[in-house]
């Protein structure tokens, strides 16, 4: 699955983000160096009603392009790939108020910069599969 592939889903069924999401990581870390770029470069569609999903995926793609010493795309650099409001796992939701606030501290601080810079905190190995 590429990028725009991912994308393309997200924007179908937004409600299956995260399923898609895994099976992009998936195949990503199951490809060689060379289609691992050719995965990340593809073009996407930008659509405003997914900008966190979007944002996600663009610091994603961020993040693998420097693990994996990738070129990154021009569009995730593009403002609009960027969170307005700070963004913070759903889980956190259905947390009780008091661990909330440790939780999204620790996020905050351990979150990878390409997530940080687009206001996404999430867990250092937010991208680790099993």
Known sequence: MTVGELVDKTIANKEDFGFYLRNF???FYALDQ???QKVLISPV???ENYRRELSFIAAAVEKLADDYGLACPDWIFDRRYYSADPLFPAFLER???Q???KLRIVLMVESPPQFKVRNIFVS???LSRA
Do not use: V
């Open 25 to 27: 990581l998936d195949d």
């Open 34 to 36: 060379e289609d691992r």
């Open 45 to 47: 569609r930008y659509h």
């Open 95 to 97: 947390t009780d108020p």
């Open 99 to 101: 661990k909330k606030s």
């Open 124 to 126: 250092r190995n937010c």
